[in-house]
């Protein structure tokens, strides 16, 4: 079976390729020069990566879950088992700063280790990965439900890789369900120690169109699985403790989705599929599928970036009359294709370290600086859910926003 580039995701496969002709940071070495004593060069010094805060009012916990589906065989596993995935949950803590509650790393270590080897080549120890500003397993506030949002990582990026946006909606409301495609997520830490990392050939066999609808199946499944939640229902294969109070704070009746590259193909299949979904956002994803020919009832928002991308535009442009609800584009200007994950504020810092060609380095992360794309995009992204899950109008969509200039709104 063939399968075609995919349009939503070139960018960042280009460089994770790129990233394995990356360079490892040198070791420290003895140098003699004839008749001089021995001089030594010392290792770099390892450079400390930083995330910057949530916006809201709200202290944020964060959890996961590790899901099982006895009732699907998992298609891109190298061996015969019942398809498995990890998601995250980030949600308004009841307490900030508890004892026993430290705050959740962005990444586990043995993802870690996975992700400096084969996507970044950075040697051992040469970066320092940050602290969230999430509470491992704090209690969640429980004094009203919360509007819940899900999120898909584009095809071998992690659920991590969508951090800041999750906090920061969090921190405004929101409880956030970020999915790991296992086996096209680049790689999975389950609780048992295993790892899972992407099984390449096993994705690429199928069509674009199947791997989104595979995506979107695993997505209905974690929804079914926070219902139980909500019902009092320890969804968790392990049966782990759960947060106190986090399946009352789910408020399954307000729904939305985002997705960034295949991810945003699934979130666009995910809400054509599944009506408890209510509206979703696209972050730079392509579209395939039968949400693609049939259309949508449901609101959308496609947020793409400036960089060129013709059979993205096509595709968008193919499905802008077959949306009969609310809908907006919009064009983050001076952006490329990772400027909608967290890889936007985390690389800069790490540029000298992983050795990227400058001019892929740029063109992955656009010219836009990172601290104003991150902004950009969690006010719209904030004020987009606030006004179809929660009903409060925004003049953000009908208008240029002086605030947000680098924010076009297309049509």
């Known amino acids: 079976m063939t399968t075609r580039p995919r349009p939503g995701v ?3 496969a280009a460089l994770l390729a790129a990233a394995a002709l990356a360079t490892a940071a040198p070791a420290a070495h003895a140098t003699t020069a ?6 030594t060069t010392a290792e770099p010094a390892p450079i400390a990566l930083t995330l910057p805060a949530p916006t809201g009012p709200r202290p944020v916990g964060t959890t996961t879950l590790h899901l099982v589906d006895p009732r699907r065989p998992d298609r891109w596993a190298p061996t015969p088992r019942p398809r ?19 705050l959740a790393p962005w990444i586990g270590a043995a993802e870690r280790a996975h992700l400096e080897t084969d996507y970044l080549g950075t040697a051992p120890g040469r970066l320092v990965w940050p602290l969230t500003h999430s509470r491992q397993d704090a209690p969640a ?16 990026a992690d659920r991590s890789f969508g951090t ?15 999915i790991d495609h296992t086996f096209d997520a680049g790689e999975v830490a389950f609780p048992d120690g295993r790892l899972e990392v992407r099984n390449k050939p096993a994705v690429l066999a199928m069509t674009d169109e199947e791997i989104v609808a595979y995506r979107a199946a695993d997505t209905r499944f974690v929804l079914d699985r926070l219902a139980d939640l909500a019902a009092g229902v320890n969804p968790d294969a392990e049966q ?6 986090i399946g009352a704070s789910l408020d399954l009746a307000a729904v939305g989705m985002i997705g960034h590259s295949m991810g945003g193909a699934t979130a666009v299949q995910t809400l054509r599929d ?3 979904v209510l509206a979703a956002a696209t972050l730079d994803g392509p579209v395939f599928g039968p949400a693609a020919t049939d259309g949508l009832d449901r609101p959308l928002l496609l947020f793409g970036a400036s960089d060129a991308r013709p059979a993205r535009d096509a595709m968008w442009d193919a499905l802008w009359p077959r949306l009969t609800s609310w809908r907006r584009q919009l064009t983050l200007n001076g952006s490329g294709h990772g400027s909608f994950t967290d890889l936007e504020l985390l690389l800069p810092a790490a540029r ?60």
């Not at 004839?34 to 001089?39: E, I, K, R, V, W």
């Not at 429980?142 to 584009?154: D, T």
């Not at 782990?240 to 109070?245: S, V």
């Open 10 to 12: 070139a960018a960042l």
């Open 34 to 39: 004839p008749g001089t004593a021995p001089t």
């Open 84 to 102: 498995e995935l990890m998601a995250q949950i980030w949600y308004p803590s009841a307490a900030c700063g508890s004892p026993g509650h430290r």
């Open 141 to 156: 506030d429980r004094a009203a439900r919360h509007p819940v949002v899900l999120y898909s990582p584009g095809s071998r």
């Open 164 to 178: 800041l946006a999750a906090e920061d909606l969090a921190s405004r409301g929101y409880v956030v369900v970020a």
């Open 240 to 245: 782990r403790p759960l947060p106190p109070g």
């Open 274 to 276: 599944d009506p408890r």
């Open 352 to 411: 000298s370290a992983i050795s990227w060609p400058a001019d892929q380095f740029d063109h992955f992360l656009g010219t836009l600086d990172g601290s104003r794309a991150l902004a950009a995009q969690r006010t719209y992204l904030a004020a987009y859910f606030d006004l179809q899950l929660r009903h409060r109008p925004t003049p953000l969509f009908t208008g240029p926003s002086p605030t947000h200039p680098e924010v076009l709104l297309v049509r």
